[in-house]
Every structure is written in C-alpha cells, then in structure tokens.
C-alpha cells in the first residue's frame, strides 16, 4: 500500500495536451481575461470590450467604447450579474448579455453616484445621486430590457439608506428621516412616512426643512446602519436603524457606543404602528417575527437584552418591568424550532449557543454553551441539534443545553461533507479524518495517522468521491478509503511565481462558493458568517451576494433580464451537483508553466494545457463548467477540461 501510495509523488511521464474546442482570432491585442462568477465570458483588448460564448466562442457583443480598462476597474454589481465600469468618477453599468450601456454618470451628468441597486421583479436599475454642478440630487429608474429611462425625479429626498423591492411594481427606500414608497414602472409617489416621531416633529416644524438639512450636512461623514425587515403574512414591516456615539476618554482616546430602534409600518398604508420609537443598547443584531408581534434581538457585546414588543404596543413584555431578557453576547441569527428559537449570539471572538422559550420570554439553558467560530450550518439530530461553526462540529441537545459529542471536532465547512446523516470531517487539531453518526451522536476516528503534506501545505478541501474520501490542498491529494485505508497521497509542485495562480484561486473560490450555498440552502440554515477575508475568499461573497436574486422564486412577475440571470444561476447550480473525477493544479514541467488535469481516482495528470515561460500569462478558467481560456499569439484558444 505504501508503494502505491507513494507512486503518485512522481510525475507521469507521458502526459497528454488537453485538444482545443475553440478558437477565437482577436481584433487588436488582448488586455485581460475573465469569467465573472454569474459565468460571463470577457475579453477586453484595446480595440474593445468583447464577451463570448463560452460553449462555442461565438462573439456574443463587442462594445468599442470600452476600452481602456483595467481587469480591477470591469467588477460584478453586488445583487446582480450586471457589470460596473469605473474609471475616476465615471461609472458605467452595463448590461452582461447585450453590452449595452445601461447606465452613464457622466451622460446622466451625475457626478457622483450614491446608490445603485439592481431590482430583479420590476426589471429596473435604481440609481441615484447628485448632479455633476453639486447641486440637484437626482433619482433615475433605468428598464433593463429597453435600456431606457422609466423616470426621473430631481427632488433632494435626502441620503437614500436602504432600497428594497417589494414587488414588480413598487419599492421602499429609507432615508434619514423619511421612508417612502414608490412605483417603480412611473415613479409615482404611493406614500411616504417619517422612520420616527422625532423624524414626524420635526417635518411638522415650520423649520423642518432646514432642520433637517443642517442634520444631513452634520451626518455626512457618519456610518449609518438600517436594516429592513417585512413580514408579508401580517402586513408588517420594520425598520432598525443604528446609530454610533463617540465617547472621548480623559486620555483623549475615542471609544464608541450604539444604539438601534426598532419602529414598525404598515406594509400597504405606511403608517407607524407606534407614537414612539423603541430604543435598545447595542448594534443591530437579528430580528425574530413572532405571533403578533417581533422579537428585537441586538448585538450590545458581552451582554445583550432581549425583548418581545407586540404591534400594537412599544411596551416591552420581558423582564422585570419590561426591560428584557439578558443573555451572553449579541445575537447574530437565530433558527426557529417548535418549542422554542435557537439563538446564537458573539461575544468578541466567542460564539454562544442559548434556547429561547419565548412563551415566558426566558432561557432553558442554565448557561449558554460556548462554541468556536460562527456558527454556518446546522443539521437536526435525533438527539438535538448539530452545529457547524467557521472552526468546529459538535452536536447540541436543545433540551439540556450539553454538547454530546466528548470533545468538539475542530474543523470548517470545507472540510466537512455529509452523507445522508454521516459527516466526515478532517481535524485540523489531530490532522486525523473523523466520521460523525449524527443521529447517534458518536464520532470515531477512521484515519488516525496525522495527515503531512508535501510543500508545507495544509489540507483545505474534503470531497466524497465513488472511491473514498479525497483530502486536497493546492498541489496535493490524498485519497483515503471510507474505511480509513489509504489509497494514495500525490504531490505536483507548483511554479514560484505566486502571480501565476490568481486566476486558479479566482476560479476555484467561485466554484466552491455555489457549492457550499447549495448546500447550505439544502440545509435550510444560515449563511456563513462575514469576516475579514483573503482576495479569493471575497469572491464567494460575491457570488452569494451577486446570485440572491436567484434563490427567489421570481415566478411569471419577473422581468426578461431576471430570468435570464435566473436561468443562468440555475445552469452554474446544477454543473457544480454534478460529481467531477478530476482537480486543476498549476504546475511547473520542463521550466514550462502548465494548468494540469489531475484525476481524482489516482493522483496523476491526466493532461495539461501549456502556459509558457510568462510570469503572468493572460489565462482565464471557470471551474464551474470546466473550461480553461489560454492567450495564444493572437488568439484565445477554448480547452475543456470534462472532455
């Protein structure tokens, strides 16, 4: 076994170069190339900005008056596959399956732009900002499908917070005093409401306007946090806004306090459903819908109080005169059971689990459990509930507050990978394999010999495949039995220049992000946790940002440009469930750099694409559909990798 395993190490000696599919001459000389995460093919030399098919390299637009850009400056606008382009001041949206230019600042003579949100149900791009003379604020609804402008108001409705689409023929916007309701097909005003009764007494001041200038000039520079949250079944929406305080200490320092209020509307009318505000310490944390009312759950660090305000009252119905339930940490999501809501709070770098039993508004745990990490998935048991956190697995028995497994399974959701309800996960702690029976809450070790790879690298993925568990890391494989046996451990080393594999990690993070999304969304959970994160980390959430308009069921109200996108989320979805037998490495071979196919079922390379002796090659891969584009004197050359 241990000849075989070693056998992998060496390369083959006779490696096949992967045959093109396509080729495709270029007009001028090739700048960059990329596939955005929602799957569009760019090339942009410096005669134009030219999108392909990928299947048969068909020019699909090629637009002339792009050009110029950067690879950095062309990016994917957050919640929809459309591209923005920006150079200096100048923006430009564009449409990613026409080329259109959907959207101009500088033809819009807006000179600086404060919002701009893609509306999937109406079809429509939101944008707003202040004209170019700094003057005149301007509101613009673009329609997507004729590239025209629905409507146009120049009116100073103040700094525009939060946008969300109701559905395909209105939107609310929230500014810093004022939320309004529009119609997105004629920009019709429906209604508009004050976010509070400070906010209504001071538009009802003679004053009013001028007030409330003078308070945005003086909360320009500030950071302000709202988040929306509806309630379609009641009717209902909620708004939270924070706000942050400087303190300055004797010592000159400056430290900072929050608060967030909660104020309730009617969904049709717009009305508030209270006279007041509720005001709670803390950050914006979670929000629960609960029977006629909600629960406001905040984030005020080491301890947080909890309450239960019903819609027809601000009165808190918690806690010693109303005043709340305390619990560890600041609540960051929840997850709603039966008998109670599982709440998971933070407490600096620590993670809390508690159960709520909101009929008497207290906690069945005696003290919360304390976890490592965020939590990202959990999954039922038959003895409670099981919790993947950003660094550990264990499993929760709701009733008692214990964790049932002897020690927690230091880990992460890459490397972990359920089976109906086995998991296998890879301990980082003990470089051991683990195998969970999740509704027999037991863990065994079937790989207890530490795992070392080659390269001082450290294991970063777990797959299950047809012939065992595949443990893999930027240039090495393992393969172990389900039974723990190994099958073979292979090393392919990489070039020096870390340049080279920018595009790889690129490719590679977008992929593992639908598939973790859909798993997760499998699941019925939460999304993972937001955290600092490296370069290629940021394109998972661009991808589970840029695709949520997929995850709705748009149904027949949805636009032409909506379904598009939809379909094509659907596409990238579906290629990522499908089991693949191979892994993309960049090598180094015969002081050539090379994108090798390595099989999954024994370690070695299968084929290879050929990048040359450059240091930074103009390459693109998507590994969602398993296609490599390659520079190549004058021309892109297509290679697919699942042929």
């Known amino acids: 076994m241990l000849a075989a395993a070693l056998v992998a190490f060496l390369p083959a000696l006779v490696q096949a170069q992967l045959s093109s599919s396509w080729e495709y001459a270029i ?61 200096e001041n100048r923006i430009r949206i564009l449409n990613p399956f026409s080329g259109e230019v959907l959207f101009d600042t500088e033809a819009a003579g807006i000179g600086t732009l404060e919002t701009n949100t893609f509306l999937p149900k109406s079809n429509g791009l939101f ?7 700094g003057e005149q604020p301007r509101m613009i609804m673009v329609d997507i499908a004729s590239g025209n402008t629905r409507w146009e ?3 100073d409705f103040g700094r525009i917070i939060s946008v969300n689409e109701l559905d395909a023929n209105s939107m609310i916007f929230t500014t810093l005093f004022t939320v309004y309701r529009l119609n997105t097909k004629t920009g019709e005003l429906i209604w508009k ?21 003078m308070a945005e000039e003086m909360t320009a520079d500030m950071n302000f946090v709202i988040r929306y949250f509806q309630d379609t079944e009641k009717g209902v929406f909620i708004i939270v806004a924070e706000k942050e305080i400087p ?29 007041t505000t509720v005001e709670l310490d803390g950050k914006i944390g979670d929000l629960a819908f609960y029977k006629e009312g909600f ?34 940490g600041g609540v960051y999501n929840h997850l709603t059971y039966p008998n109670g809501i599982l709440l998971i709070s933070r407490s600096g770098d620590d993670s809390y689990l508690d159960f709520l039993k909101p009929e008497m508004g207290e906690m069945a745990f005696e003290k919360p459990v304390k976890i490592k990490g965020q939590v990202v998935q959990t999954i039922e048991s038959a003895k409670g509930i099981a919790y993947l956190t950003t660094a550990e697995f264990n499993i929760l028995d709701i009733t008692t507050g214990e964790t049932l497994l002897d020690k927690a399974i230091e880990t992460s959701p890459a490397l972990t990978k359920l089976d109906s309800k086995t998991l296998f996960a890879y301990n980082t702690k003990g470089r051991t394999v683990v195998k969970v029976d999740i509704d027999g809450a037991t863990a065994s070790e079937i790989y207890a010999d ?67 999304t859909a798993s997760y969304m499998a699941s019925g959970v939460m999304q993972a946790a937001s955290a600092e994160v490296s370069e290629e980390d940021a394109v998972s959430g661009a991808v589970v940002g840029g695709l949520g308009v997929a995850y709705e069921e748009l149904g027949d109200q949805a636009g032409d440009f909506a379904k598009k996108s939809f379909q094509q989320a659907q596409a990238r979805f579906k290629a990522t469930a499908q089991a693949r037998d191979f892994a993309v490495m960049l090598t180094e071979q015969d002081k050539e750099n090379k994108l090798a196919k390595v099989s999954k079922a024994n370690g070695e390379i299968q084929a290879t694409v050929n990048l040359g002796k450059e240091k930074d090659p103009k390459y693109a891969i998507d590994e969602v559909t398993g296609r490599i584009f390659v520079d190549a004197n004058g021309k892109v050359v297509c290679y697919e990798l699942t042929k």
């Open 27 to 87: 007009n001028g000389n090739l700048q960059w190339q990329k596939v955005s995460s929602s799957g569009n093919y760019l090339l942009a030399t410096d005669q134009a900005l030219v999108a392909l098919d990928q299947e048969s390299g068909q020019e699909i637009w090629s637009n002339s008056n792009l050009t110029g850009y950067a690879e950095s400056e062309i990016r994917e606008m957050a919640g929809s596959p459309l591209f923005v382009a920006q150079k």
């Open 295 to 328: 629960i406001a759950l905040p984030d005020d660090g080491k301890r947080t109080a909890i309450n239960y305000y019903t819609f027809a009252s601000p009165e808190g119905q918690w806690g010693k005169k109303g005043r709340g339930t305390k619990i560890k």
């Open 247 to 275: 303190m300055e200490s004797q010592d000159g320092k400056v430290t900072y306090t929050y608060k967030n209020t909660y104020t309730p509307f009617n969904l049709e009318t717009g009305e508030r459903l209270w006279n």
């Open 153 to 155: 108001i120049a009116e």
């Open 193 to 213: 409401q004050a976010t509070s009764a400070d906010a209504a007494a001071m538009q009802d001041n003679p004053l009013g306007a001028v007030l409330q200038g």
């Open 450 to 516: 530490k795992i070392k790879l080659e390269g001082k690298e450290e294991v970063t993925g777990l797959e299950l495949t047809e012939n065992g568990i595949l443990l893999s890391s930027d240039q090495n494989l393992v393969m172990l039995n389900k039974d723990g046996s190994l099958l073979y451990q292979a090393y392919h080393p990489a070039p020096r220049e870390s340049g080279l594999k920018r595009a790889l990690l690129y490719a590679q993070a977008a992929r593992a992000a639908y598939i973790s």
């Open 127 to 133: 944008v707003s900002g202040t004209a170019a003379d």
